[in-house]
């Protein structure tokens, strides 16, 4: 089975700021990754999808890049809808995988 | 417009079973596979199970296998998930989740359920 992990657990940031998050795959997915934002009460929303493509719809202070095993994902100015968790995705064959979520918490 | 609706969540005995069902709409059903994602309290995500748009092949997390059965009826754009021998660890909100690409088998999510919750207590 491929684990996943996430870094940090949890971000604290500032409107404007930048953040960037860390997945990192327990073995070569290549670009088989995928982000989500997560809101309390809510279903999980597609970002990203095979690493740095950006779902319809999401905004372009969104973005996702790596490949093999470490993977980011950046808001380039935080927003105060952004405030979230967090969950990487691999689905390199047949499978999924999340990782355990990073929650964007308001500095 | 995607829609999906879970039902058959509910309050079940350990030992019991649950059939979850997932009522699609606003696409061609039965060229996507289709997913069950499971989320407990205050917890992350979790991966249970992928079937293929035809039905025919279906695929599960390795923890559970023999433990949950995914199915789909076409004829009624309609997923489901058998779970039995229900255990307290199995209480979530489990969500059905669409594949974003018709040619592969448990892809990235586009779309997501509302949930629906399965509470296993006595």
């Known amino acids: 089975d491929i684990q996943m992990t996430q870094s940090p657990s949890t971000l604290s940031a500032s409107v404007g700021d930048r953040v960037t998050i860390t997945c990192r795959a327990s073995q070569n997915i290549k670009v088989w990754l995928a982000w989500y934002q997560q809101k309390s009460g809510k279903p999980p929303k597609l970002l990203i999808y095979e690493t740095s493509r950006l779902e319809r719809g999401v905004p372009s202070r969104f973005s996702g890049s790596g490949s093999g095993t470490e993977f980011t994902l950046s808001i380039s100015s935080l927003q105060p809808d952004d405030f979230a968790i967090y969950f990487c995705?691999?689905?390199?064959?047949?499978?999924?995988?999340f990782g355990p979520g990073t929650k964007v918490e308001i500095k | 417009e995607v829609q999906l609706l879970e039902s058959g969540g509910g309050l079940v005995q350990p030992g019991g079973s649950l059939r979850l069902s997932c009522a699609a709409s606003?696409?061609?059903?039965?060229?996507?596979?289709m997913n069950w994602v499971r989320q407990a309290p205050g917890k992350g995500l979790e991966w249970v199970s992928v079937?293929?748009?035809?039905?025919?092949?279906?695929y599960y997390a390795d923890s559970l296998k023999g433990h949950f059965t995914i199915s789909r009826d076409n004829s009624k754009n309609t997923l489901y998930l058998q779970m039995n021998n229900l255990r307290a660890e199995d209480t979530a909100v489990y969500y059905c989740?669409?594949?974003?690409?018709?040619?592969?088998?448990?892809?990235?999510?586009?779309?997501w359920g509302q949930g629906t919750l399965v509470t296993v207590s006595s």
């Open positions: 606003g696409f061609s059903f039965n060229a996507y596979a």
């Open positions: 989740a669409k594949d974003r690409f018709m040619t592969a088998v448990a892809d990235s999510f586009d779309y």
């Open positions: 079937i293929t748009g035809s039905g025919g092949n279906t």
């Open positions: 995705q691999e689905y390199f064959y047949r499978n999924a995988t």
